[in-house]
């Protein structure tokens, strides 16, 4: 299926590593001019570098999306380079297991910081280009974990619910201005932040509540596919979703 993307421009946080970056390198296949933010420039450049040997277009710069200045200026180098902003993907997210016991308020705080109010932020920055151009939307990185409770992921589950619904009240609110706003809820995927999680000591038979009926990780091309899908005109008549893209974890 043609997304007819050709010409758009797409801005992608977390287009660094794993899910951000395989939504970055497919956008680009479908011929969208993709703008990669993230906070680990040497691998931003990396990607940029494969969309560019590709034939695509791309820019790298630096976002932190805690950070409202560096957020403003992300998008202000996006629009002074591509002249509009098409699509928004947030990608950028943190992870990791930890018991409630022992979660302490700063790691609260750094949780929500990045994946809930630097989605905010974003969107917030995003949204005076988005309500100028053509085909405008937002797609957010939710979880599953926004969807259902996990165990030892209290700051996660809060993060990523508050994703989703944020999401939803964007939809509500910017259907007549023609701006669509949806989420992705991937259940387990192969990426960094899954590898490097911390298990030791955790009741994996409480994990293995979040488990699919396979038992296998998705890929990050999984769920590029499903945001690619959602950047497109193909999805036009699709606002306010959130889709779970988990092996059937919370089927
Ligand atoms: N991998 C999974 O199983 C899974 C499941 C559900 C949801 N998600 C969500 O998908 C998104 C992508 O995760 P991933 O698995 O690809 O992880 P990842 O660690 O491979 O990528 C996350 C990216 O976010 C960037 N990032 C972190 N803090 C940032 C900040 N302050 N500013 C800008 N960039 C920042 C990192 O540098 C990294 O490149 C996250 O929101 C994550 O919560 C992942």
Redesign the pocket.
């Known amino acids: 299926m043609d997304l007819h993307l050709g010409g758009r421009v797409v801005a992608v946080?977390?287009a660094?590593?794993?899910?951000?970056r395989a939504t970055a390198l497919l956008l680009a296949a479908e011929g969208a001019h993709v703008a990669c933010?993230?906070?680990?420039e040497d691998?931003l450049r990396s990607v940029v570098h494969e969309i560019e040997q590709s034939g695509g277009t791309a820019l790298a710069h630096r976002?932190?999306?805690?950070d409202p200045a560096s957020v403003d200026a992300a998008i202000a180098a996006v629009v002074a380079r591509f002249g509009k902003l098409n699509t928004l993907v947030n990608?950028?997210?943190?992870?990791g297991m930890v018991q409630f016991a022992d979660l302490k308020l700063a790691e609260w705080n750094r949780v929500l910081a990045?994946?809930l109010t630097?989605t905010y932020l974003t969107c917030h920055a995003a949204l005076p280009h988005l309500l100028t151009a053509e085909g405008a939307s937002i797609v957010n990185?939710s979880?599953?974990?926004g969807l259902k409770g996990q165990a030892y992921s209290a700051a996660y589950c809060a993060s990523?619910g508050g994703v989703a619904l944020f999401t939803r009240a964007l939809a509500n609110e910017l259907a007549k201005k023609k701006v669509r706003a949806n989420a992705v809820c991937?259940?387990?995927?192969m990426?960094?932040?899954?590898a490097g999680m911390q298990l030791e000591g955790l009741d994996m038979d409480l994990i293995g509540r979040m488990q699919n009926p396979t038992f296998s990780l998705g890929q990050?091309g999984d769920v590029a596919n499903l945001i690619a899908y959602l950047a497109s005109d193909r999805a036009s008549y699709v606002t306010g979703a959130c889709y779970a893209i988990d092996g059937g974890a919370v089927a």
């Open positions: 946080t977390g660094a590593s794993g899910i951000g933010l993230d906070v680990q691998a976002l932190d999306v805690t990608a950028a997210g943190v992870g990045i994946n630097g990185i979880s599953i974990a990523k991937p259940g387990g995927v990426t960094p932040l899954v990050p």
